[in-house]
């Protein structure tokens, strides 16, 4: 059974950074893709970041230059570095885990494991 288990949200201030972690069990992380998604308050879930099974990572728009999404694979732990955050990242942050296909996928329809969610608030 895979389970994912995020930790590492909580209150921070604009500007400040925050690193996510995505502790996998039941598959070997690095053989899948694994990403990042958010949800604000009133707003569907959105993409954030995805690393994918050969290592490559893709991020949105609004995110690139600011997070990175490394991972431990002797942790089997994924995470999402967070820097210079906005008022605006403030969310519930989501890791997912998904099948390993040849084409990256940047909608939550393309994932078939989630965590439980980790609070993310950015003040102004």
């Known amino acids: 059974q895979v389970q994912l288990v995020e930790s590492g949200g909580g209150l921070v201030q604009a500007g400040g950074s925050l690193r996510l972690s995505c502790s996998v069990s039941?598959?070997?992380?690095?053989?899948?893709?694994m990403g990042w998604f958010r949800q604000a308050p009133g707003k569907e879930r959105e993409f954030v970041a995805v690393i994918s099974w050969t290592g490559n990572t893709y991020y949105a728009d609004s995110v690139k230059g600011r997070f990175t999404i490394p991972r431990d694979n002797a942790k089997n732990t994924v995470y999402l570095q967070m820097n210079s955050l906005k008022p605006e990242d403030t969310a519930v942050y989501y890791c997912?885990?998904?099948?390993?296909?040849?084409?990256?996928?940047?909608?939550?329809?393309?994932?078939?494991?989630w965590g439980q969610g980790t609070q993310v608030t950015v003040s102004s």
């Open positions: 039941g598959r070997t992380s690095s053989d899948y893709p």
């Open positions: 997912a885990t998904g099948a390993r296909t040849s084409i990256v996928r940047t909608t939550p329809q393309g994932y078939d494991y």
